[in-house]
């Protein structure tokens, strides 16, 4: 299964401390997933800005992450003007790549994500564990 990081969780992400996000960096280190990411101009900038430069390599060496960038422009242009969120980015990438998990504390993309992405579940909290399934990744 592959999951999309939302820019708002990035910093618990680079930390690695946090009882939420532990799960998740064990499901990754144990090969059971991915996180998918486009080279779209938006995820570039976010990824840019948090600084995660060093935490992507890293990733990317355990091969923990999947780029998914054709079609992704055109489906967030689609979306532009029709969601509660500005992060058409993110819900272009997980229908362009089927993804159905997001990890976000954003309540105007969850609400997006959960419209817009069939069977689409947000990961918050070490609650939603569950979620976390062997890989599926596209």
């Not at 272009?92 to 069977?119: C, R, T, Y």
């Not at 609650?127 to 062997?134: C, E, F, G, P, R």
Request: with cysteine; net charge positive; glycine share 4%.
């Amino acid at each position: 299964m592959c999951i999309i990081l939302d820019a708002n969780v990035f910093s618990t992400f680079k930390k690695g401390e946090s009882a939420d996000i532990k799960p998740i960096l064990t499901w990754l280190n144990n090969r059971n997933g991915k996180i998918v990411y486009s080279t779209t101009k938006r995820f570039k900038e976010e990824w840019k800005k948090a600084k995660m430069d060093e935490w992507i390599i890293q990733r990317r060496r355990a091969d923990q992450f999947q780029s998914i960038s054709q079609g992704v422009q055109e489906k967030e242009n689609e979306l532009k003007g029709k969601l509660k969120s500005d992060d058409e980015h993110i819900i272009a990438l997980a229908l362009v790549a089927g993804v159905k998990v997001l990890v976000s504390n954003d309540n105007k993309l969850i609400q997006d994500f959960k419209e817009h992405v069939v069977q689409g579940k947000v990961y918050k909290t070490k609650q939603h564990k569950h979620l976390l399934t062997k890989d599926t990744c596209p």
